[in-house]
């Protein structure tokens, strides 16, 4: 896992603590520089070794000084300084919507406010409202954003955890006296943020599979280890270590990875046929007086695979993104359990964007890279103007028409199909922020809330959908996890309408998205609606996001001919009616 990430977050860290005790210069260079390491492909470790930083734009000789101090010492000084003049926990307290850097300064100031119990407290004795620049409608605002941030902060996203799940399982696998390895928990049932990074591994000696982890150069810190557990911290994240005899490999692997309902299930329905099952093997306790008195009473049937633990009570083997109880294991044991579609079934991407707007590619080079991840075709969706967009961001409907020509220009020349389409702003009253005759003229457009992201948005979205000009409702509920819940909608209203009208629905590959859900997949799959997985990609390396995405469409039972860019060229054209 690259350690960009990780790098990134104490930089910015740093510029919120500068402009939080008032400097006004400084942190905008260390969040251009901390999201230029986020978006550069090559580890900021070796760049450090190659003495090539200051070759990412915006780190200059001063920044890449304390990278490197950092990736050395484990720490940067001038970081530990910011910390110690203002004790605060600024991660925590910025995760509340409405709170930024200055606020915290503000309110550190003023009433001593340090962490988010701080802040609970002071909330609710209405010290807030008395601070000058606050009033009753910040405090209250500040009071109903503390749940959500302080369920946000117990949870990591899956962006962030699968990669670093990926190189914990590549150091142990390394192993030979490991035998096998897998990810479990919710991060195998791909949910969108975890808990923990749990991690399954077979091994005859418990204590050595359990130093394989403890001993490695990633780790920072040792929690606890036992025999055959250990928990450790690596780049910040909890990884937890289970070791369990090669033998019962499989029984452990499906009691881990959950979800609890889907387990409880599946005890009761062994409980009928006289078995019983745990993370030790499937039993035959039809001959056993107690079969409570011990966790390995009986005649053991299964457990080396998982396979074979489901076979044992006459189930199919399920994917692990459905075991949430949502039908499953009735689904299993009728042998109609969905064909689900597969990242490799998934041809192309219809929501990019590029230098027009936002994005950090041209259109040549967005369509190049699109190629070079296997894409078959690409749409080019910039942002137009209108409710959400700050900065000068969207584009005007003059420039969406000269956008529209560039990206015919490079269709022309590329080797893949390229709509020319935008992405367009959903308003207050479900209107879309470009002018008609503009949407008419162009492949694809994606229609998306960006404002006004609370309460209910059913009817909003209902009427976007019926606009005649529209062909993807893009990040239906405009979550972004950790950050924001969103709009509460009423999905299986919505992909009536959406099937009615043709219009897909998106779910966006972004990690910090991941939006549709799962569970609203199933809702629209089951609507007859049709899905489409975006990544949204606002660079080139954001077109790595597509499994994520891909599995989130998983976890709602979708097969691949639910989903629209399963389709080649000529099959998306026709949805789009062109």
Not at 47 to 54: K, S, T, V, Y
Not at 192 to 215: I, K, M
Request: charged letters at 30%; a negative charge; proline letters at 4%.
């Amino acid at each position: 896992m690259s350690r960009n990430p990780e790098v990134a977050a104490r930089l910015e860290e740093l510029a919120d603590l500068l402009e939080a005790q008032g400097d006004e210069y400084r942190p905008r260079s260390y969040r251009t520089a901390a999201q230029n390491l986020r978006d550069e492909p090559r580890d900021v470790a070796d760049l450090a070794a190659e003495d090539a930083l200051q070759d990412v734009e915006g780190v200059g000789e001063s920044i890449a000084g304390k990278v490197t101090e950092y990736l050395e010492t484990g720490e940067i000084a001038a970081l530990e300084d910011a910390r110690e003049e203002l004790p605060v926990d600024m991660p925590a307290l910025t995760a509340v919507e409405g709170v930024g850097p200055k606020t915290v300064g503000e309110l550190y100031d003023a009433l001593g406010v340090t962490d988010l119990d701080d802040l609970e407290r002071a909330a609710e004795a209405g010290e807030i409202r008395a601070v000058e620049g606050f009033g009753e409608k910040s405090e209250a605002n500040i009071r109903e954003g503390i749940q959500f941030a302080r369920q946000s902060r117990e949870r990591t996203l899956l962006g962030d955890a699968r990669p670093l799940a990926d190189d914990v399982l590549a150091h142990l696998d390394a192993d030979p006296a490991i035998e096998r390895v897998e990810a479990a928990g919710s991060l195998r049932r791909w949910r969108p943020t975890v808990g923990d990074v749990d991690v399954l591994a077979a091994a005859e000696s418990g204590p050595d599979a359990v130093a394989t982890l403890t001993d490695w150069e990633r780790v920072g810190s040792v929690i606890e280890a036992g025999d055959t557990k250990a928990s450790v911290r690596v780049a910040g994240e909890r990884v937890d270590l289970r070791v369990v005899d090669p033998a019962e490999f499989g029984s452990a692997l499906q009691y881990f990875t959950g979800s609890r309902e889907h387990n409880i299930r599946l005890r009761n329905l062994a409980l009928d046929a006289d078995l019983k099952v745990n993370e030790y093997g499937v039993f035959d306790v039809s001959g056993v007086a107690d079969p409570d008195e011990g966790q390995r009473v009986g005649e053991r049937i299964a457990g080396e695979t998982e396979e074979g633990v489901y076979a044992a009570l006459d189930l199919d083997w399920m994917p692990p993104e459905l075991r949430e109880d949502t039908g499953e294991l009735d689904a299993a044991a009728d042998g109609t359990l969905p064909d689900l579609v597969e990242t490799d079934d998934v041809r192309g991407d219809l929501h990019v964007h590029t230098d027009w707007s936002d994005g950090a590619e041209t259109v040549a080079d967005m369509v190049a890279g699109a190629a070079d991840v296997g894409h078959e075709y690409v749409g080019v969706c910039d942002h137009a103007t209108g409710p959400g967009m700050v900065g000068g961001v969207g584009l005007a409907d003059d420039e969406l028409r000269e956008l529209a020509a560039t990206v015919r220009e490079v269709d022309d020349e590329a080797d893949i199909d390229v709509f020319a389409g935008v992405e367009a702003n959903v308003d207050a009253d479900g209107g879309v922020s470009v002018a008609d005759e503009v949407l008419a003229g162009l492949d694809l457009v994606v229609a998306s809330p960006h404002s006004g992201l609370d309460g209910d948005g059913t009817d909003r979205l209902v009427a976007a959908v019926r606009h005649p000009e529209v062909d993807v409702l893009g990040h239906p509920t405009g979550r972004l996890l950790n950050q924001r819940p969103g709009l509460d909608l009423d999905v299986e209203r919505l992909a009536g309408a959406a099937a009615e009208e043709e219009v897909a629905l998106e779910v966006n590959a972004n990690p910090h998205r991941l939006d549709l859900a799962g569970e609203g997949v199933k809702t629209a799959v089951e609507a007859g609606a049709t899905v489409v997985v975006d990544t949204d990609a606002h660079g080139l390396e954001e077109y790595d996001y597509l499994p994520f995405g891909v599995h989130t469409v998983r976890r709602g039972w979708a097969e691949a001919g639910d989903v629209l860019n399963t389709r080649d060229a000529g099959g998306v054209r026709a949805f789009l009616g062109d």
